[in-house]
């Protein structure tokens, strides 16, 4: 095929790569060491390369030739401590465990500089042209937060917003939302963004014990949403994993029974709304975008009616009869949510407050909280992607896969949320990856671009390849053939040729 001349930069995308170390295996897919591999897009040309992120965890399991840094799924007993005074300090250094720098999610962009991500308190920068692993940064030096989400938003001027969680700080559990500045003053040139990070604010948990677990948060011109979903960490028990033998994993739980709050923070006072809204119990990693409309904010989610999917990426299930045997219990669902700005004092208890035209609804209770019902968009979407330049704005495409029962996507998707239309690529023994729209320099429209997805193949005759697809029409534009194993991968960004700071190979 032909790939755009105008599409110059590097596709830049992480993944788990490596989930066996001498003779030892992880349990999950999620924790296998990260992988980072980029195409690097040159005059209508392609090149590839691929590099393990030299970690710290990657250092010590390849010196020990085995694994020895606990990851979510797989706990891992570094030495068998040889006399019972050193087994019991063993146990006890693990109660508040340092976590992992295998940062195996995403990719974020601060400054100039390029980070590998992941949801520990760790980041680890990289070269995003050699795919080399530079300085390690720990966020906790900057904020109180023992975890933080793989996906952050940019503002404007460039500024990274962030969410993570501050676990029992002085008795209190709260999610605290960053801002770490894309650039420093002069005077302070030698000094990093994150030395000039700042708390936007913070939003006390509903349980000092059992904080929510989120995977990504949402933002609009003038407002942050934080959802906060019953599928919950359970301290104690992370605390005492390590004694029980068991992974943090098993320490996250859903309460189907309870319900789902929304949080809205105002952008300018830093204030969260004070009217309590909320819906039914749901799981949910991916936002899709949200904006506002006469008095109201729309977000997109896709929700599950359960937290399956994260059971489905054990090893011992990723078997040779994968594609049969695993079936989601919840199918991905893309629902829309309208929550009305003003709550008017005189609306009747019982009535539905949204007033823009849409089949969600936001009705008042007796106790002045709102009941959230969503609109359903879709279903069998997931790793949602949008033209970034739409972010917090009204917007019409989402760029996604298409997953059916099962979790590993088929298709690569675009769907029109305004009427419903959807168009998809999808050709036999492929496995797509999240799709990463590129727009054209100086589009004016919001598909005028390129949607690039890396795809890996289930027939291990063919070779992989990276697909580029024409955004508007969803027709083949090109493939660059790999003659090498690719992985599946997670995230990633695409990173203009400008915004990519030369430096010597």
């Given at each position: 095929g032909e790939w755009p001349t105008w599409l110059q930069g590097i596709l830049l995308r992480n993944g788990p790569g490596m989930h066996t170390i001498g003779d030892?295996?992880?349990?999950?897919?999620?924790?296998?060491?990260?992988?980072?591999?980029?195409?690097?897009?040159?005059?209508?040309?392609?090149?590839?390369?691929?590099?393990?992120?030299?970690?710290?965890?990657?250092?010590?399991?390849?010196?020990?030739?085995?694994?020895?840094v606990s990851e979510f799924g797989t706990m891992a007993y570094p030495d068998p401590c040889k006399n019972i005074f050193a087994k019991a300090f063993c146990y006890l250094s693990h109660t508040i465990p340092e976590f992992t720098d295998n940062c195996l999610i995403n990719?974020?962009?601060?400054?100039?500089?390029?980070?590998?991500?992941?949801?520990?308190?760790?980041?680890?920068?990289?070269?995003?042209?050699?795919?080399?692993?530079?300085?390690?940064?720990?966020?906790?030096?900057?904020?109180?937060?023992?975890?933080?989400?793989?996906?952050?938003?940019?503002d404007s001027a460039g500024n990274v917003l962030n969410l993570g969680t501050s676990i029992v700080d002085k008795g209190k559990t709260k999610y605290i939302l960053f801002k770490i500045p894309s650039s420093v003053p002069e005077k302070d040139k030698k000094k990093s963004c994150f030395k000039h990070l700042e708390v936007v604010c913070s939003i006390p948990s509903r349980s000092l014990l059992h904080p929510s677990y989120y995977h990504s948060f949402g933002i609009t011109e003038n407002y942050i949403i934080f959802i906060e979903q019953p599928f919950r960490l359970d301290i104690v028990k992370m605390a005492t994993a390590y004694i029980r033998g068991v992974n943090w994993a098993s320490c996250l739980a859903y309460h189907k029974e309870e319900k789902t709050w929304f949080h809205f923070i105002d952008r300018k006072t830093k204030k969260?709304?004070?009217?309590?809204?909320?819906?039914?119990?749901?799981?949910?990693?991916?936002?899709?975008?949200?904006?506002?409309?006469?008095?109201?904010?729309?977000?997109?989610?896709?929700?599950?009616?359960?937290?399956?999917?994260?059971?489905?990426?054990?090893?011992?299930?990723?078997?040779k009869d994968f594609e049969e045997n695993i079936k989601l219990t919840s199918v991905p669902t893309c629902k829309r949510f309208v929550v009305p700005l003003q709550n008017d004092k005189d609306a009747e208890v019982g009535s539905n407050l949204v007033t823009l035209p849409s089949t969600a609804t936001a009705v008042k209770e007796k106790d002045g909280?709102?009941?959230?019902?969503p609109e359903i968009l879709c279903e069998g979407i997931e790793l949602p992607r949008i033209n970034y330049d739409y972010n917090g704005k009204k917007y019409r495409y989402v760029f996604a896969t298409g997953v059916q029962w099962s979790p590993v996507p088929t298709k690569i998707v675009k769907f029109n949320v305004q009427t419903k239309e959807t168009l998809h690529w999808g050709e036999d023994?492929?496995?797509?990856?999240?799709?990463?729209?590129?727009?054209?320099?100086?589009?004016?429209?919001?598909?005028?671009?390129?949607?690039?997805?890396?795809?890996?193949?289930?027939?291990?005759?063919?070779?992989?390849?990276?697909?580029?697809?024409d955004a508007k029409t969803f027709k083949e534009l090109g493939r660059a053939t790999v003659n090498v194993e690719m992985h599946l991968d997670l995230h990633g960004i695409f990173i203009p040729e400008k915004d990519v700071k030369t430096q010597p190979e």
């Open positions: 030892t295996k992880y349990n999950h897919w999620f924790d296998g060491l990260a992988l980072l591999h980029s195409f690097t897009f040159k005059n209508g040309e392609v090149y590839y390369r691929s590099k393990y992120l030299r970690s710290d965890a990657y250092s010590c399991n390849v010196e020990a030739n085995r694994i020895v990719i974020m962009k601060t400054g100039d500089d390029f980070y590998a991500t992941s949801e520990t308190n760790f980041i680890r920068k990289i070269n995003p042209q050699t795919l080399e692993t530079l300085e390690k940064v720990d966020y906790n030096k900057y904020v109180a937060v023992n975890v933080a989400t793989s996906h952050p938003h940019y969260e709304i004070p009217t309590k809204i909320y819906t039914d119990a749901m799981v949910l990693f991916h936002h899709v975008n949200a904006y506002e409309e006469d008095g109201h904010i729309v977000f997109d989610i896709i929700a599950y009616a359960d937290n399956s999917l994260y059971d489905m990426f054990y090893l011992k299930n990723l078997n909280s709102i009941y959230c019902q023994h492929c496995w797509p990856s999240e799709p990463i729209f590129v727009p054209r320099p100086d589009a004016k429209e919001e598909d005028d671009g390129v949607v690039l997805t890396c795809i890996v193949m289930s027939d291990p005759n063919k070779a992989p390849f990276l697909l580029a697809l």
